[in-house]
């Protein structure tokens, strides 16, 4: 797929109902961002396709499947693959490989890309870095790190939701977290911000040389700070992953590098887009707000419903590798299927048709969303690691203005939301 993607706009209505007809009834319906409207509220689509093309396959190439049911069978069926080499190459492929052969050659080694054994290897002495007590004892800090964004943007009676929060809270976390040095961090935002369009479906010729510079930089960056840890151990994670060992095994460099640029990436993109979206639902749905004000205790479970009702990761993907069978639709090997998290999330008959309607903090949410994987450090996104401290005085109320989107349709978030405090 190479057409471009609309830029970042106002929102028009990201309230995820599902309500507004997409097309004419006639018409072929498939997965399509490009379809005018789709950034505003994806979920119009995503609701008429799990109504009538929950199994099928797009023009554009992919099968995709949008019913909670086939998407969670599908993610846990472990027949299936990740590493983009068991599929023909798609015309991103063809694309990078015109720019770069040797680049198009070059194997992910990252564990989201990764099928076992290498995935199982590489986890198990990621996990043996990236341990729940590391992420415990980020707790306090994280805490005095929100406490002063929020005092600061009380102060000035205003504030953009992302960029003076979403954003630099969980990027200053996860950078802390690995140990990148300080001085290097506004350079890091930046190639991150590019790379994490490698993640998305979508990518245009214009964009291929600002990500092969970003991924260039980034791998080079890394490499570097890899060798100065080997040389000054610190309490780190990076640290801790370049020590990991299990029966003699280690991470090579190369491995490393790759799940340090992961774990950068998908530690703080997504988190923007959870923080982002969360907050602009709860703005918008005060009835809720005020109830999670009212008992602090439900934010284990309302963490879990946001992540399901604006799904910060809106896709995933995996590849067939011998024909799969879903309700009469056969899917060849070598094919890649879209799973649809943003369409399953809203799926009526497993969440009930209130589901469409709003966030509610206090569903029982156990064990069925589908936002994201379990991956380490499950203990801070469940809210289970949650600081003690004596609740702050209710803030004045903050009023949204009109969000921005950012307009990628796998990491889907907003780019600001001017708020103001009113007393
Ligand atoms: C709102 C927060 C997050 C969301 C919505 C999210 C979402 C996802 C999704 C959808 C996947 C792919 C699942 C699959 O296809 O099976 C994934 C994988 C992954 N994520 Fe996250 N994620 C979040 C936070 C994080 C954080 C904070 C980190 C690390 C600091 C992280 C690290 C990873 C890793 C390492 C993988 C690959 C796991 C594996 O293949 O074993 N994620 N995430």
Redesign the pocket.
Known sequence: MTRGVAPARPYTDAVPTGEAPVSAPEEEIFLNPFEPGFFDNPYAQYRRLREEAPIHQSPFGPWTLTRYDHVSAL?RDPSLS?EDRNAPPTPRDQMIAGFDPERARRGDL?????DPPD?TRI?RL?QKA?TPRRVEELVPHVQELVDGMLDAAESAGRMDVIGDLAFPL?FA??SE?LGMPDADRDQLRDWSHTLVKTLEPILTVEEMPAMFEASDSMIEHVEGAIEWKRRQPADDLLSAMIAAEEEGDRLSTEELIA?VI???I???E??V??IGNSTLALLRNPDQLARLRAEPDLIGNAVEEL?RYD???Q????ITLVPLEIEGHRIEPGNFVF?V?GAANHDPAHFGPASRRGARTRRDTRGDR????????DA??DGRARVERPPRPPRPRLTPGRPVLRALPCSYGLRSVAASWSR
């Open positions: 993610l990740v990252a564990i989201l890309n990764l995935h986890r990621v990236f969980p976390v996860i977290m799940q992961l774990l950068f998908a530690g703080h997504t988190t887009n959870l992540l799904s910060p990761v896709f995933s993907r995996r799973t998290l589908l936002a994201r994987a379990a991956v380490p450090g801070a996104r």
